[in-house]
């Protein structure tokens, strides 16, 4: 069943269940304060990013593949909440008593053992477990190799390449997604076009070097860097050559699933090295993701 988007204004109230956060990356701790939850109550923008810009952090995943994969968790709703100074303001009671109760009609909620809300953050699980009106679940924090999962360790295992240590704590895979633009076709001329992204500023991405991914539903090759070879430039590029695959996908949206990362971004000294190596990339990683279950 597809998920139902609805906004503050227009949510009919209605018993439900509700699970509370940001949930940026929805990894696996967020994973279980969703389990059982038909109804998902996030906010846009990142909370901090209003409150303290200076030091908003990049998300994890766009609002796109967010929403989908809070679909594959079997949630019915999913309501945003435009996050802003005026709702910054509201207190904790305010945040429960118009929101919760009288918008929603949660007759019960789900947060996160840290989970903290309105002004000055002053409401926490305490406050919700001491509200007569819906039963109160609180999830502990999760730990995967010994070490509690949150978004700023998956945004540096991501910045840092290690895209098979935080799919670990995603639960799934790291995706990427972005429109296809025009790059300077000389994948084509190597014989491995590829669809080409520019990454969003806003987004974390991985780290420069090469990748084994899943593209379209098929195994991919990605280039993330600067192609130093050819000293184009111009600045980073997702570069995704998809095997068995050919399309035209010049600004259509493309979502990279990535499964591991391969080698690190190098410098040949002609094409031919480079074509030499982009045969072994592709081959590898034509192999690791023989391996993956696809995405």
């Known amino acids: 069943m597809k998920i139902k988007a609805t906004s503050l204004n227009d949510a009919a109230r209605r018993d439900r269940h509700v699970a509370i956060g940001t949930f940026d990356g929805v990894h696996v701790g967020h994973r279980e304060v ?7 109550l996030s906010f846009d923008p990142h909370p901090v990013q209003v409150i303290h810009p200076e030091a908003a952090p990049k998300l994890i995943m ?19 909440i435009p996050f802003d100074r005026d709702f910054a303001a509201l207190t904790a009671e305010e945040f429960i008593d118009r929101i919760l109760v009288e918008t929603l009609g949660a007759t019960q909620v789900s947060v996160g053992e840290n989970f903290r809300f309105g002004a000055r953050a002053q409401g926490t699980a305490a406050v919700l477990a001491e509200r007569s009106e819906f039963e109160t679940r609180v999830v502990p924090l999760v730990e995967v190799d010994d070490e509690t999962v949150s978004s700023t360790r998956i945004r540096a295992l991501v910045a ?3 895209v098979d240590l935080a799919a670990r704590c995603l639960g799934a895979p790291y995706m990427f997604e972005g429109i296809v633009t025009s790059g300077d076709r000389r994948g084509r001329t190597l014989g491995f076009p590829t669809a080409n992204l520019v990454p969003d500023d ?7 070097g090469v990748y ?3 593209a379209h539903g098929r195994p991919a090759a990605v280039n993330v860097g600067i192609r130093p070879t050819f000293e184009t430039g111009r600045g980073v590029l997702i570069e995704t050559y998809i095997m068995d695959f050919e399309a035209n996908l010049y600004e259509q949206p493309l979502r ?7 080698r690190g971004e190098k410098r040949f000294s ?7 190596q982009m045969h072994r990339d592709v081959a590898e990683a034509r192999e690791v993701c023989a391996t993956f279950s696809r995405p």
């Open 160 to 162: 840092a390449g290690e």
């Open 256 to 262: 990279i699933a990535f499964a591991k990362r391969l």
């Open 270 to 276: 002609s094409a031919e090295e480079l074509i030499a």
């Open 34 to 40: 969703i389990s059982g939850a038909d109804t998902v």
């Open 212 to 214: 084994a991914a899943f």
């Open 202 to 208: 806003q987004v974390v991405h991985p780290g420069h």
């Open 62 to 80: 766009s609002p796109g593949i967010k929403r989908d994969v809070i679909e594959g968790l079997g949630v019915e709703e999913l309501v945003v």
